[in-house]
């Protein structure tokens, strides 16, 4: 036993270490990094130089369950309130309308050029419904250059958001492709039920987590994502025990946990966004494992089919009609329909279909896994030609965080606050010294165009300069500020009377 585990353990470290340098050099080839990963996997594989025999669907389901709940939660955790309220309605409609259409439109191809029965053809359509939150969120994360805002909260909220719905209607088309489940009333309930367990879930483990993060002070800052990551599955499971969708929940409680005051959250950040490329790398090396190249030659005119129709057919059907009524353009339109993403979902969904069905699956997952890697390699490889050739691209400047955590230092009897200097504003041009800060007030850092500065007295604040200051009382705080934005007066020191 213990010489089985070493040699799981030596060649799972060497795939992560080769795909982790070995990725480097993917951008210069165009190529995504997560598909790389993939390839990784199937030159690993039965079928590959690493020769290594792997068809275990239900290990692969059960541990890819786990990573997609990571992925979420992290999503989630990234994503900031202010910047998807504006999307928030396409957001929804994207996820919710767009993955039904999808669905139908790739379930009516599958249905007339396979002639497979209408339920698994449908089935289909559900795998393949959903956008990849991690080939989204690793797409967009290009730090020197940006697409348009809305676009691309737009894209991530739908990838972060869809697989509960993508999840739900898998499960009753299975279902019915099993001849477990009839259209009734009964499955009418559980489609209604399932998201409303899920949303209502997510937000109840969070109030909890929250209350307990303030009640309980632990006495070591480690063991903080531990407790996170406990309820992260604690929340999946009690979810999906209740048949509520635990996907959306785990999704909702990230999202809250990302938007609200908890302390030690700049480690919980730190912490999940490296369990997240962990186990997006993890996952995609399992899932090319999964995979037999000389079966993907047999389907491939089948594969290419599908995902040029969802490429350039199911995929723009969806949106156009989910953004009908929205503000987005007929540009922004096209490059959502071009940014929706295949990745390790579906084909994880894929792999839940051969656990039930066993080999008569076997179709299915290779059909699905070669439309996954043609829209992965045609779209994620592409983004921002698209993107510049629709005048959507933009140039950037990474804006790092400040390297402190705030929630900590806010429960301090000191303030701590950030100001940003406008053009307007007395700062503007002058050196700190010359600013009258009350006294005990200090400027820790200042964020000028993606770096950090330590200030002294000497330093000239300019126009759009952030600036991190802490006071010795919170009541403070709106002193510093204004005298940021107004010269204070020193009191005269002769008499009114004379003067």
Known sequence: MEYILNNALL?????LLVSVYFSKSSSRFGLPILVFFLFVGIAAGSEGIGGIAYENYELTHSLSLLAICLIIFSGGLLTKSQDIRPVLKSGIVLSTVGVFFTTVSIGAFCYFLFS???????????ILSSTDAAAVFTAFRDKNF????????????????????????????????????SLNFDTLQFFVANPII???????????FKILNEKVLLDF?????????????????????????????????GLNVGNSKIPHKTSLVLFFDGMSWLCQIGLFIMLGMLVFPSRLLSIAPAGMALALFCIFVA???????????SKFGFKEKTLISWGGLKGATPIVFASLVA???????????DVVFFAVLVSALVQGSTINFVAKKLSLLFESVHDPDFPVDMEVLAQTKSGIAEFQVKDADYAMNRKIYELGLPRGARIIFIKRSGSFIIPDGQTVLKEHDKVLFVTQEKDEIELTINAFRDKIEEPSLIPEDIA
């Open 11 to 15: 060649i799972g470290s060497i795939l």
């Open 116 to 126: 497979v029965p209408v339920y698994e053809s449908l089935l289909i359509g559900a």
């Open 146 to 181: 940006h697409v348009s805002k809305n676009v691309r909260y737009a894209l991530e909220l739908e990838s972060g958001s869809n697989d509960p719905m993508a999840y739900l209607l898998v499960t009753i088309f299975l279902g019915f492709y099993q001849q477990k489940m």
């Open 198 to 208: 899920g949303f209502c879930g997510g937000i109840a483990f969070f109030r909890l």
């Open 221 to 253: 800052q480690g063991l903080y994502p531990a407790v996170a990551l406990g309820f992260v599955f604690l929340t999946y499971s009690t979810v999906t025990l209740f048949h509520g969708n635990g996907l959306l929940a785990v999704y909702l409680f």
């Open 315 to 325: 995929r723009p059907i969806a949106v156009h009609i989910s953004l009908a009524f």
């Open 355 to 365: 656990t039930h069905v066993g080999k008569e699956a076997n179709f299915i997952f």
